[in-house]
């Protein structure tokens, strides 16, 4: 397959615009999933443990598609960026879906992460399969060891602040209480704290536009979140840590 430069020119802008659109729809309200689904409301939902394992199997699955229906190349470099990408979303899909204790997902936010998931699996597939280009110079690169050093390190964050969330509850409890330990002393968003560091690190060590709209999209989607978490958890909880921040530490 060639690459089709347009589309990944158009689909990465579109990420681009979508995540400010996101942005400041957020700024008025939050997405309606989690803590902030009205109890009373109706309408249909999807089961935690299969929400996540629905929607985060696409970004996993479609590279991997891909990766198999594409001719193997020396380009180490790459393959590299491509299993970097697909170890976040294996270990999303298959671990961390079925360690989920939240509460059931609307089925119209399921729907809408599948679609997204497709599509971006499609597009940093796409682009570090067939339009990306990384010599073997590319490995030794500032820009190649800088990004792959934190992603790691935002998905060590992120897994371990996860773990902690898991822990404060038991089997079929859905209360909510303050997290301690690792970076929630700093931050009450820990975990998409550690995700976002993931992704700027990925869009460091890809170098490309797909990869920074992708980053930038997931800046503008749990950013906000992290700050309603945050908030939550002033109002809620009289004896909050008043010195943490909402997601970036000491600063935001």
């Known amino acids: 397959m060639l690459c089709q ?7 990465s802008w579109g990420f681009i615009v979508g995540g400010v659109l996101y942005l400041l729809r957020q700024t008025s309200t939050h997405t309606p999933y989690g803590r902030y689904v009205d109890s009373g409301a ?14 985060e199997l696409p ?9 198999l229906t594409t001719e193997s190349s020396a380009d180490v470099g790459r393959t590299i960026l491509l299993w970097t990408f697909c170890l976040h ?11 989920s204790k939240g509460r059931p997902c609307p089925l119209f936010i399921t729907t809408s992460a599948v679609v997204f998931c497709s599509v971006n699996g499609f597009l940093q597939g796409h682009y570090l399969l067939h339009c990306g280009r990384y010599e073997a110079s590319w490995l030794t690169d500032a820009r190649f060891i800088t990004g792959l050093l934190l992603f790691f390190s935002g998905m060590a964050i992120n897994i371990h602040s996860d773990h902690i969330l898991r822990s404060l509850r038991n089997p079929g409890e859905i209360s909510y209480r303050i997290p301690k330990g690792g970076m929630f002393e700093f931050v009450s968003g ?5 995700e976002m560091v993931e992704w700027c690190g990925y869009a460091v060590a890809v170098w490309s536009l797909p990869a920074l709209s992708f980053a930038f999209f997931t800046l503008c989607s749990i950013g906000p979140r992290a700050y309603h978490h945050h908030r939550y958890y002033l109002e809620r909880f009289d004896d909050y840590p008043k010195s943490r921040k909402a997601v970036i530490p000491f600063i935001l």
Not at 42 to 55: D, H, N
Not at 59 to 67: E, G, K, W
Not at 190 to 194: D, E, H, S, T, V
């Open 5 to 11: 430069e347009r589309t990944v020119h158009y689909l």
């Open 42 to 55: 109706r309408g249909l939902t999807v089961p935690a443990k299969a929400a996540w394992l629905i929607q």
């Open 59 to 67: 970004s996993f699955l479609v590279p991997m598609v891909l990766l």
């Open 89 to 99: 979303y294996f270990q999303r899909t298959f671990v961390f879906s079925l360690l």
């Open 190 to 194: 820990a975990n998409f704290f550690g």
